[in-house]
């Protein structure tokens, strides 16, 4: 919802104020991050977290009636065994683990980044409509050099006394912080976890529990640095942060180290 009032609603408003070149960065930038947003969302929910096979190998699940491997956890929503369990997500109505883990960290990562991007690129639409409230420079009455504002004005400048402009432009605004404070306070939560190569349920086991202090801190840059890496998959030859993180990807993390990292 908040992408589609910011490229109808407030992208031709910022390029009426700063022109075409504008309009294409922060459009092709918006558009990067809609589709990482979008991938890994999806990605998340259809690899899901991982189970183990059907074994009768001990030991049993006294609930699922199968192997339970070191790494795995049960979960009592699900009903089922999961592996590398981090935590329940009631939002993807199904839990984060081995398989699904990345997805989920990267969702986060975009989503608040291209919160806050949105937030940034149409500043100048919330300062002149519901700051400053400029009337030369307001969405009815900015000059439309290139014909964009024009097909939406008789539509958004019903009357003076109100402009569906208005109700846009703070609908995405409230939109794009709700989405940048959660993407942002649930990534924090989940850093240190990533940064120590722990997940939620074993960090409530810890007497000693990871904090983003200890994550930042110096002494532990060289084994942070190599948890994200594996994490991220791209601790392997081949493998690039470009190719395998900035863009959509659907290589999963080096699942074979993952397991016996516990």
Known sequence: MAFVIEFIVVLP???????????????????????????????????????????MKPELCTNCQNHKPVC???????????????????FLNGCVGLKNHRHFILFLAFLA???????????????????WRTPEAHFCFIPDTFALLSILQPYMCLSPEFS??????????????????????VFLWQ?????????????????????????LSPINRDVVKRNWERFLGINKPGR???????????DPPMIGDMLHSE
């Open 164 to 185: 569906l402009s208005t109700f846009f432009i703070i609908l995405g605004l409230t939109l794009l912080v709700c989405g940048f404070a959660m993407g942002l306070i």
């Open 72 to 90: 795995a956890s049960h979960c009592s929503t699900c009903k089922k065994c999961i592996l590398r369990m981090d935590h329940h997500c009631f």
């Open 191 to 215: 850093a240190p976890l990533i940064s120590f190569d722990t997940t939620h349920l074993n960090r409530m086991k810890q007497q000693t529990r990871p904090t983003l202090v200890m994550a």
């Open 13 to 55: 408003y910022e390029i009426a104020n700063w022109g075409v070149f504008y309009g294409l960065v922060v459009g092709s930038t918006g558009i990067w991050f809609f589709v990482n947003i979008n991938y890994h969302l999806f990605a998340c929910y259809l690899a899901g977290p991982g189970h183990p096979e059907k074994s």
């Open 240 to 250: 690039s942060f470009l190719r395998h993180v900035l863009l959509p990807h659907h």
């Open 113 to 131: 980044g291209g919160s806050f991007f949105g937030i940034v690129a149409g500043s100048s639409s919330v300062w002149n409509n519901l700051i």
